[in-house]
């Protein structure tokens, strides 16, 4: 305990030691030394007074590039920005930021200096950050040090690789405050090494004379935290849900079996336990309908799963936020099976038992400790992977809780792969208020996010979207058991569950309490919100309907959803697949499948259908800025 500024202690040890760290957790409510805060561009970007430094030796295209970057920030009424030149400068000022633009930058020295005892250096011809080494060629580099003459603020280094990518960089780079180091690529551009700088010099930290004993480096023992707060979701409830649902005696949940008929029963217990109100028809949770179970065009019954907390604001009646997820799954293999898996049971563990749970769980929360003016109504979707069928039928037939009157759809689909990833929201730009909300999410929660802007056919959000309701759907990420008899229960992360969970808890709060509308940004509503749509996952990797041919094509490529440029990134590519023996790689941007041109998922799902398995044709891949062709022997899915 200390009583005063200072306070003198005396330590026993029974060897001598070679590093002492003073308060290295942070325990102690004290101001922090500059050391001790890693420099980050949020110093840069949050300082009154700044101070960009041109390069001299550069050719014309590429000033004008670093002239109108500096000419937009100077732009900004808020902030004194002086422009100069570095063979204007003898020394930079020491009463502002500073950003020194371009790889041959006559300052340069002072960048490098103070990445001395970092895991970085600039070379001649690329960059090392960290345990990446990127080329200048195509790649655009920030990196942010101390002041040499105030420590407290902050000099930053600015490369671009391409001209082109100056419109890009000028919007994106303020959303990257907190790092202290990034390369983007291409013209779009795409970020692809990112990082924060660990603490050096810090005063808090000594190392004592080698006494020849032990190893200094080696770090205090980890420890529990001095409190934990109490958890507001229980993984162990979402993994008995899982395990339920993907469990064999379900086989795969497939349409008009047994075994969905009890996974919606089951769902149902599940939200009378929660204490929801039913929302179905003649008072149960069950809406039901007639409808294609197969695609011989048997029919058969189809049943969501709907239950509602009712909202307390009375001039909000009737008013909604859905939150929803899909049940069913591919059961022996019907709408999408792979080539050689069909007969097996699909469990769907991921896909999406694990949605269904983190909703339940949503739910159990929500009802003990809410009381939202809106009502949210909770979905649980069938006949999702054979054209959205469940989520167009409620969209067009629900009148309790229309969709006229529905703020927006939080759609929770493939969840339960989080691992060390970020959570990607799908479809972001169905209202412009979805960056801003889940920004928050992540501020407030600590989970972080992937914001994806491109518009993707998706899930059951689109039945949403193409009604003029924003919609969105929560996704943590793709993988290579996806429509596999391999999506299995031992492979969910139950930590991931809770992050997902509290993550979209955050969303819901403030829509269920926010007066107006969201600024609907998606494309005009379709006169009817019935119609098939492109896509049942992400990519538009679609189910199949009646009638509809049942081979269908596959490259072997898993997609990068992240990716906001031209072309679809390729994110893995399955072992001995098509991709694979035509040489793609992990990183290549495909932009040219036959003789169609791709320029993002939609189109390249369309591109897909209409080839036939066995066909071969060139695909053109992006890397590294060079187009390569290849010849790839398509495969069927």
């Known amino acids: 305990m200390m009583y005063g500024k ?17 308060d290295p957790a942070f325990d102690l409510f004290r101001r922090l030394h500059y050391n001790e805060i890693p420099p980050a561009f949020s110093g840069a970007y949050g300082a ?20 109108e970057l500096a000419g937009e920030w100077a732009g900004d009424p808020s902030i004194d920005v002086e422009i100069t030149r570095d063979d204007q400068l003898k020394e930079i000022p020491g009463d502002r930021a500073v950003w020194l633009f371009g790889k041959d930058n006559l300052l ?42 105030d420590p407290s603020a902050i000099l930053a280094w600015l490369t671009i690789g ?22 983007f690529e291409g013209t779009e551009p795409e970020n692809i090494v990112k990082g924060q700088w660990e603490t050096v010099r810090s005063p808090m930290s000594f190392s004592l004379p080698d006494a020849g004993r032990g190893d200094a480096a080696a770090g205090l023992p980890k420890r529990e935290p001095l409190a934990r707060l109490a958890p507001l979701f229980s993984s162990g409830r979402m993994m008995d849900d899982i395990r339920y649902l993907a469990d064999e005696g379900l086989e795969g949940r497939g349409l008009g079996t047994p075994g969905i008929q009890k996974a919606a029963e089951y769902i149902a217990d599940r939200f009378s336990e929660v204490g929801l ?46 939150v929803c997820a899909h049940y069913d799954h591919l059961g022996l293999g019907w709408p999408d099976v792979r080539k050689g898996n069909e007969g097996k049971i699909h469990p769907g563990a991921d896909d999406n038992a694990s949605g269904i749970a983190v909703m339940i769980e949503l739910a159990t929360h929500l ?14 979707f069938t006949a999702e992977e054979s054209g959205l069928r469940g989520s167009k039928y409620y969209v067009n037939e629900m009148s309790s809780y229309p969709v006229s009157k529905c703020i927006g759809a939080i759609n929770l689909d493939t969840v339960g792969r989080l691992g060390d990833g970020k959570v990607m929201v799908l479809n972001s730009s169905s209202a412009r208020e979805w960056r801003f909300m889940f920004i928050g999410s ?43 008899p391999s999506d299995t229960i031992d492979k969910i992360d ?101 003789s169609i041109d791709i320029h993002d998922l939609k189109g390249y799902s369309s591109a897909l259908k209409s080839f036939e398995p066995g066909d071969e044709v060139d695909i053109v891949v992006l890397r590294r800025g060079n187009e390569i062709k290849s010849r790839i022997l398509l495969q069927e899915r």
């Not at 330590?11 to 001598?16: E, H, K």
């Not at 179905?280 to 065009?297: A, K, L």
């Open 6 to 22: 200072l306070e003198r202690f005396g330590l026993s040890y029974r060897d001598r030691p070679l590093h002492i760290d003073v």
């Open 48 to 67: 009154d007074k700044v101070t960009i430094v041109l390069p001299s030796k550069v050719e014309e295209q590429r000033m004008n590039a670093y002239s």
């Open 108 to 149: 340069i020295q002072l960048v490098k200096k103070g990445l001395e005892g970092r895991d970085a250096e600039i070379f001649g011809d690329k960059v090392q950050l960290g345990e990446s080494e990127t080329s200048y060629e195509g790649n655009s580099f920030m990196v942010a040090v101390r002041h040499p003459d």
């Open 162 to 183: 391409d001209p082109e990518a100056v419109t890009g960089l000028a919007r994106k780079l303020p959303h990257y405050g907190k790092y202290g180091y990034l390369v």
């Open 277 to 322: 109100t039913p929302a179905g028809d003649n008072g149960t949770y069950f809406q039901e309908w007639e409808d294609h179970i197969n695609g011989d065009g048997l029919r058969g019954r189809l049943v969501n799963v709907i239950g509602v907390l009712p909202g307390v604001d009375s001039g909000l009646d009737s008013a909604s936020v859905v």
């Open 367 to 380: 009802a003990r400790t809410a009381s939202p003016a809106r009502s949210v109504v909770f979905a649980a």
């Open 442 to 484: 992540s501020y407030v929660t600590g989970v972080e996010s992937e914001i994806i802007i491109k518009d993707i056919d998706a899930s059951d959000q689109v039945s949403f979207i193409e009604a003029g309701v924003p919609a969105v759907q929560i996704f943590s990420g793709p993988h290579g058991d996806y429509h596999r």
């Open 494 to 594: 139950e930590e991931g569950l809770v992050k997902i969970a509290s993550f979209t808890r955050e969303a819901i709060l403030y829509l269920v309490e926010r007066e107006e509308p969201l600024s609907y940004s998606g494309p005009a509503p379709s006169a009817s919100a019935s119609g098939s749509p492109a896509g049942g996952h992400p990519g538009g990797r679609s189910g199949s309907r009646a009638g509809s041919p049942s081979r269908r094509v596959s490259t072997g490529c898993m997609p990068d959803f992240a990716f906001s440029g031209k072309g679809v990134k390729v994110s893995s590519v399955s072992d001995g697949s098509a991709a694979d023996a035509a040489g793609i790689i992990p990183g290549d941007v495909i932009i040219r499948l036959g």
